[in-house]
C-alpha cells in the first residue's frame, strides 16, 4: 500500500494544469459513486490528480490514485484492495482507466455495498455504456463526460486570461455586448486556426509531433478501446479502420451504407454498429434529421472535430467543412444538434443555425435563421461569430 501512496504523492506533486476545467465545478463531489468518462488525450488523469491536489493535502492518506494498468491488479481486485485502504482511514479512491480490469462493474459495486464511508471517483472510455451495459451500477453512479479543450480554454492557456463561459442563450441574445469584454483582451483570430488545428487535445503542449501523437491516438481508440470494450474479435480491427477512414475522406455527407459494407466485406448492420462504435469513441458524429436517431442510417457523418480532420487528410482539408466541424463539436456537450434543410442545423428542435463565410457577399440573410459567420470576429442581430460558440464551456 505504501508503494502505492508515494506513486499518489510524486504524480500529485509534479501534475501540471494550467487550465483549470470547468467541470471541475459542475461534479456533485458529494456523491460516492462518480464515472467520469471522455476519450483518449483529453486530460482524464491529469482530472483525477487536479481533484486530489485541491481537496487533500499531498501527505493526506485519505486520498489515494491507482491506475488499472498497473500488473498489481491483475492478481488482486478492486474491491479488496479498496477494503484494505478503507479499513487503513482511506476515504476517497481515485481509479484511472477502470475498464483494464475484469469484472470492474461488479468489484465497483461490493465496494459500494460493502463500504459506505468510501467514495470513489473513476475514470473510462467514452466508449462505455456505464449504465446500459452495467445494471449493477444503475442508481449509484453519477456519471460525466470530459471533453476536449474548448477554444475558450484554448485561449485562457496561450494567453493567461481567464475569460468566462457563457450560455447559449447569453451568446444568441447578448452577443454584441460579450464581444466588447472580450475584444479589448484578446484577439480571438490570432488563435482560432491554431485551435482548429490543434487545439482540442490537451497534448498540444508536450514537445512531440501533434499530428503524430494524434494518430497514434485515434490507433488507440480503435485498437484498445472499441474492440476491448465491445468484445470484438480482432481479426475485425482493419474492417472498422478502413470503414473509419472512408467516412473520414468522404467528408460530411449521409454514408451509402450498402457500399460500405461491400466495400470492407460485412453487412449493412454491421456497418451501421461500427459507425456507431466509432462515434462512442469520439472519432466520428452522427447528425441526424429532427426526430430520428440510431440504429437508422444519419443524414450525415461527420470527424468529432476539426483537428482529427487535419491528422488524417492534411492535404486538403475545406474550410467550411472545418468550420461546421468546429459549430457541431462546440454545441455538441450540452445541445442536440439535427440536420435541417438547405445546408442548416437544427439546435434543441428550434433552433436554425447555418455557417456561413463572412466574406460572401451574396449571402442571403432571413430573420429565421441564425448565422454563425467565420472570418469575422464581430455580429450583429441574428449574425454571430462562429468563434464565440467556442465559449459555451
Not at 460500405?260 to 458524429?285: E, F, P
Request: charged content about 25%; some cysteine; proline content about 4%.
Amino acid at each position: 500500500m505504501e508503494a502505492f501512496f508515494r506513486t499518489h504523492r510524486y504524480l500529485v506533486e509534479h501534475v501540471k494544469a494550467p487550465v483549470r476545467r470547468t467541470l471541475m465545478d459542475e461534479i456533485n463531489w458529494s456523491d460516492r459513486m462518480i464515472g467520469i468518462k471522455g476519450t483518449r488525450g483529453v486530460g482524464k488523469t491529469t482530472f483525477l490528480l487536479q481533484y486530489a491536489k485541491e481537496h487533500f493535502d499531498v501527505q493526506d492518506k485519505q486520498c489515494l490514485y491507482i491506475n488499472m494498468n498497473n500488473f498489481y491488479f491483475q492478481e488482486r481486485g478492486i474491491a479488496d484492495f479498496a477494503g484494505e485502504f478503507y479499513y487503513k482511514g482511506g476515504r476517497v479512491l481515485l481509479i484511472d482507466q477502470v475498464f483494464k480490469q475484469p469484472d470492474w462493474s461488479k468489484e465497483l459495486r461490493r465496494c459500494y455495498d460493502e463500504h459506505p464511508g468510501l467514495k470513489i471517483v473513476f475514470t473510462g472510455s467514452s466508449v462505455m455504456r456505464l449504465k446500459e451495459e452495467n445494471p449493477e451500477l444503475n442508481g449509484i453512479v453519477k456519471s460525466y463526460n470530459l471533453r476536449g479543450f474548448s477554444f475558450r480554454e484554448f485561449i485562457n492557456l496561450k494567453t493567461g486570461y481567464n475569460l468566462r463561459p457563457y450560455s447559449l442563450d447569453e451568446i444568441l441574445h447578448d452577443h454584441e455586448n460579450i464581444i466588447k469584454h472580450i475584444l479589448p483582451k484578446v484577439t480571438p483570430s490570432r488563435y482560432f486556426q491554431d485551435y482548429i488545428h490543434h487545439g482540442f487535445y490537451p497534448f498540444f503542449q508536450e514537445d512531440r509531433n501533434y499530428s503524430e501523437n494524434l494518430l497514434k491516438t485515434m490507433n488507440m481508440m480503435t485498437e484498445v478501446d472499441i474492440l476491448l470494450i465491445k468484445q470484438i474479435e480482432l481479426k475485425y480491427l482493419t474492417r472498422i479502420k478502413k470503414l473509419f477512414y472512408q467516412l473520414a475522406e468522404g467528408g460530411p455527407k449521409a454514408p451509402n451504407v450498402s457500399k460500405l459494407a461491400k466495400q470492407i466485406g460485412t453487412s449493412r448492420a454491421t456497418v451501421m454498429n461500427y459507425i456507431k462504435y466509432l462515434t462512442d469513441a469520439r472519432l466520428l458524429n452522427m447528425i441526424y434529421p429532427v426526430g430520428e436517431d440510431f440504429p437508422k442510417k444519419p443524414a450525415k457523418v461527420m470527424l468529432h472535430n476539426s483537428n482529427l480532420l487535419y491528422a488524417i487528410y492534411p492535404i486538403h482539408v475545406e474550410k467550411q467543412t472545418a468550420m461546421e466541424t468546429f459549430f457541431v463539436n462546440s454545441l455538441w456537450k450540452d445541445h442536440k444538434v439535427n440536420q435541417g434543410e438547405r445546408n442548416t442545423y437544427i439546435v434543441d428542435d428550434k433552433l436554425r443555425f447555418r455557417i456561413c463565410d463572412a466574406d460572401a457577399h451574396k449571402m442571403r440573410y432571413t430573420q429565421d435563421t441564425i448565422y454563425a459567420r467565420y472570418n469575422t470576429e464581430i455580429g450583429k442581430d441574428n449574425q454571430i461569430p462562429l468563434w464565440l460558440l467556442g465559449f459555451l464551456y
